[in-house]
């Protein structure tokens, strides 16, 4: 795009207005003259001609006319009169300035006891402004004065044209001054535009070693404009030194950091590797260990299932034997055969409790919402026997509704609140059942004043089949812990204990909270 | 503007009465000298009015100079320019007065000149400021309330027209035109000519104005034409010389052919001396049919004892105005009707003088020449004043070209129509 420059506009505006103002100026400078000059025409013609008619009353009366005609000569010297007449009453000239002759449109002016002014032309002399006054009241004639009228005209153009003629001189010194002032403005601020285009462009260099800052050292306002425009250029300079110093340490530092990124990422993905193969070794074993509990589970079931038969057969018999032959051997067969029915009871005993725990995972309900309040209630029914016996006082407090095989979690509060009866100390037992509910898992406890247990058995009596007591101090098989725990695992949960020996001690179980109640 | 020319007029004034004033100094009455104040054209189209008169009246003077002056005392003229111009000449007539304190004034030429400084005599009546004979025939000189601070030799205007027009009336001329300068002098004169044809039951029949100062080579035949058209037999011109002789020039070429007459003012040797010139560039004879009248008598008459004076003394001294009043390119006349009646005011002044005795004082002056009666100038007329009368003589001549001179006019039926 072509740029129409400032100085173009600014000249254009200024010769408009002078062109305008000049216009305006003459028009009306044109005006005002004509109509002061008339008025002062009119004005002048009226003083001259009452000043002739009243001195020349006598010199008319008693003199020539000679004097009357010096009288109304010198009138002539005065700018603007064009001519002056004395004409008798009748019309006769008597003394007047004409030449060639005296026009005829003088002669036939009509008469009047008053000062009377009036336009008139004259063929071959122009436009007049006619004053005509009487002289003694018109009884020894009339002084006509006229002033001419071209003189109006021509002091008008003559106004006109010198006004015109200073507006231009004002115009052109205006235009000289502009050129000046568009010199000492425009001039810098091309070269500081131009300047600033190579900035943008990009080369603060080449532009901050340009002459044009020579315009920096004024003190006006381009002085600081091109002030700012350098400072401007030394601080782009400076800040592009700077961005470049920081992009090569910026460079440097990537790759650094590239370099350690990727010796980490070697390792991590060593780490991968490394856990992907343990976690496929995990899995094995996972996958093993599950195969072999179902194998177990298996085998214990059709071990506990199948060694049924034999055992109820080899115990009925040794009942039977018990039964018929008591006394009849000898003293030591019936203690042997005691010792049979005594084994081969617990036999029974440990295979029912074997079958019981491998039926936790295959026989488990599927879980439904369930009141461990009712549970734990039912639990406490099935223990009244226990309960009345050891005189034991039980404890529930509110307990939630949760998600879960109401029998098998039954069981395990009889389990539990089972062996807090069994193993108590010298005072009777006093169980405390409650729940705690936190982020999601409720749980629950059960605490009592027994004999408790060692902390390092802490995790052994969870065993299948462990038993930190005799039989005959403490009859079980020990089924108990290790059901309860399976039966938690199950539910997702986990199972511990926290215990003194001598202390007490409470059983902790979690239950996932799957908003059940 | 009028203050302009004023002051220049006052300068201009100032530097030709240094010049022209050299050896006088000090009253004139007073002093040794006489010294007589002259305000007049040395310049523009009617100069040679001014410098012809001064010339004559100081052919005299020096005659009486040489001699040993009036009771011992050298008379002179201290002169200054107006231009034909009233302004100058009112404030030349102030110098003259009350700076160069002049016994008199002397040898004003011109009727607007004259007829403006007048009021200026009756300011100056306390001082017994008189003017004597100036070079006009105007009435307001010859007229109250002015006419007794003024002594005139000539005859006037009224009379040189009621002269010209008592002679071509009877001659069966009827229609008579008038050509004149648009101021008071031809105003006067235009009123003279309907006054003298009145006289006769006439009246004229055609009028044309031109602008004082209109030099020669200005055209005047608009002028002409009115006239012409007007179908005028005679024409009477009331000018100074250089329009006159232009308006003849234009009628001429107009192949107008009537008589023309003009009146002594335009300086009768003035106004041949440029119709000559013409005549000889054009070679058409601008001379013919002119009647001038004139308030003296002819030069040629060396029959009269004050024109063989007259003559004798203008070839002797050959007077010329001081300095700057005498312009290098003008060519003085060896005779002229002006320098003649220059010398005849002088010679009429200076009898005047010398009737005051060893001390004249102004207050002496009317009285002095009031007392004239019947003096012999040497033209053959008696001059005389008198308190009611202040004009000197009544005579007036008439003169026609005759091959390229004036001579005065003896067959008036060469006139007719």
């Not at chain 2, 404030?91 to 200026?120: K, S």
């Not at chain 2, 009115?226 to 179908?231: M, N, Q, S, T, V």
């Not at chain 2, 009768?268 to 049919?289: F, H, I, K, M, N």
């Not at chain 2, 005389?384 to 070209?401: I, L």
Request: aromatic share 8%; glycine share 8%.
């Amino acid at each position: 795009m072509k740029t129409f420059s400032l100085s173009r506009k600014v000249f254009m505006a200024f010769a408009l207005v002078f062109a305008a103002t000049m216009a305006v100026e003459a028009v009306s400078s044109a005006w005002r003259i004509s109509q002061n000059l008339s008025a002062q025409y009119t004005s002048k013609g009226t003083a001259i001609a009452t000043g002739i008619a009243t001195s020349s009353v006598e010199i008319i009366l008693f003199r020539d006319l000679s004097t009357v005609q010096a009288l109304i000569d010198q009138y002539l010297e005065i700018e603007g009169v064009a001519y002056v007449m004395v004409v008798e009453p009748q019309g006769e000239v008597l003394a007047h300035t004409f030449t060639p002759e005296v026009p005829d449109e003088v002669r036939g002016l009509e008469r009047s006891s008053q000062t009377v002014t009036q336009d008139l032309h004259i063929a071959g002399l122009g436009d007049f402004l006619n004053v005509k006054s009487p002289i003694l009241a018109g009884k020894i004639g009339y002084v006509n004065v006229g002033m001419d009228r071209k003189h109006i005209q021509s002091a008008v153009w003559e106004a006109c044209l010198r006004q015109i003629a200073l507006l231009l001189v004002m115009f052109l010194l205006g235009l000289f001054l502009m050129r000046w002032l568009m010199y000492q403005i425009v001039d810098p601020l091309n070269h500081l535009t131009r300047h600033a285009k190579l900035l943008a462009a990009g080369s603060p260099g080449s532009a901050a070693s340009s002459d044009v800052w020579i315009a920096a050292s004024r003190t006006d306002e381009v002085g600081q404009l091109a002030r700012a425009l350098r400072h401007m250029v030394d601080e782009l300079s400076q800040r592009e030194e700077e961005l470049r110093k920081a992009h090569d340490e910026l460079e440097v530092r990537v790759q650094e950091r590239t370099a350690e990124l990727q010796q980490v990422n070697a390792r991590l993905q060593e780490e991968v590797r490394q856990r992907t193969r343990s976690e496929e070794r995990q899995k094995r074993l996972a996958e093993e260990l599950l195969r072999s509990n179902n194998d177990l589970e298996q085998f214990a079931y059709i071990a506990s299932h199948d060694l049924q038969e034999p055992l109820r057969m080899m115990s009925s018999y040794v009942d039977l034997l018990a039964d018929r032959y008591r006394g009849q051997i000898d003293e030591k067969a019936d203690r042997w055969i005691g010792f049979v029915v005594d084994a081969s009871a617990r036999m029974k005993q440990l295979i029912n409790d074997l079958l019981e725990y491998s039926r936790v995972g295959r026989r488990g309900k599927p879980f439904e919402p369930a009141d461990c309040g009712a549970l734990c209630a039912t639990a406490i029914t099935n223990l009244g026997h226990a309960i009345r016996e050891s005189g034991a006082r039980i404890i529930c407090g509110p307990l939630p509704k949760v998600a879960a095989d109401a029998t098998q979690l039954t069981q395990v509060f009889q389990n539990l609140i089972g062996n807090a009866l069994k193993y108590h100390g010298p005072s009777p037992p006093e169980v405390h059942i409650a729940a705690d509910r936190q982020p999601g898992q409720w749980v629950f406890l059960v605490r009592d004043n027994g004999i408790g247990i060692a902390p390092e058995h802490a995790e052994r009596i969870f065993e299948l089949f462990r038993r930190l007591h005799s039989r005959q101090e403490y009859p079980g098989t020990g089924i108990g812990l290790t059901l309860c725990k399976r039966i938690i695992e199950r539910h997702g949960g986990r199972i511990w204990v926290e215990s003194r020996p001598g202390e007490g001690a409470t059983f902790f179980f979690t239950l996932p909270d799957r908003g059940g109640d | 503007m009028n203050r302009r020319r004023f002051l220049t007029a006052t300068a201009l004034g100032s530097a030709a009465g240094l010049l022209a004033a050299s050896p006088l100094s000090g009253p004139g009455r007073s002093g040794k000298e006489i010294v007589l104040g002259m305000s007049a054209a040395f310049k523009g189209p009617s100069r040679g009015l001014g410098i012809e008169l001064y010339r004559g009246a100081m052919a005299w003077l020096e005659q009486v100079n040489r001699a040993g002056g009036v009771h011992g005392r050298p008379v002179v003229i201290k002169a200054y320019d107006d231009g034909y111009d009233p302004l100058p000449a009112i404030a030349n007539t102030i110098r003259l007065v009350e700076e160069d304190n002049v016994f008199l004034l002397f040898g004003y030429v011109g009727t607007p000149t004259v007829t403006r400084m007048l009021p200026l005599l009756k300011i100056y009546s306390d001082r017994s400021i008189f003017l004597y004979f100036p070079f006009t025939g105007a009435q307001p000189q010859r007229r109250p309330p002015y006419e007794r601070f003024v002594f005139n030799l000539r005859a006037s205007y009224q009379q040189e027209i009621a002269g010209l027009i008592d002679h071509l009336v009877p001659l069966r001329r009827r229609r008579f035109g008038v050509f004149y300068q648009i101021d008071a002098y031809g105003r006067g004169g235009w009123d003279a000519v309907r006054v003298a044809l009145g006289q006769h039951k006439l009246s004229m029949i055609g009028e044309a104005t031109y602008r004082r100062g209109t030099p020669f080579m200005a055209s005047l035949r608009p002028q002409v034409d009115i006239l012409r058209k007007a179908e005028a037999d005679t024409v009477i011109c009331v000018g100074a010389y250089a329009a006159c002789a232009a308006f003849i020039r234009d009628a001429r070429d107009a192949g107008w052919e009537v008589p023309i007459a003009n009146i002594s003012f335009v300086g009768s040797e003035s106004l041949l001396s440029l119709l000559r010139q013409a005549s000889r560039e054009r070679s058409e004879d601008y001379t013919r049919r002119l009647l001038n009248s004139e308030v003296v008598p002819s030069y040629d008459r060396s029959d009269l004892p004050a024109i063989r004076q007259f003559r004798e003394m203008m070839e002797r001294y050959d007077p010329r105005p001081p300095g700057e009043l005498m312009p290098e390119d003008y060519k003085p006349l060896p005779y002229s009707y002006v320098s003649l009646e220059g010398f005849l005011n002088a010679r009429l002044l200076v009898a005047i003088l010398e009737k005051m005795g060893k001390s004249p004082i102004r207050e002496g002056l009317a009285a002095a020449t009031e007392s004239l009666d019947n003096f012999e100038l040497g033209i053959d007329v008696p001059v005389s004043f008198r308190s009611d009368r202040h004009q000197g003589s009544d005579e007036v001549y008439f003169s026609t070209v005759e091959q390229g001179h004036f001579v005065p006019v003896t067959d008036w039926k060469r006139w007719a129509p």
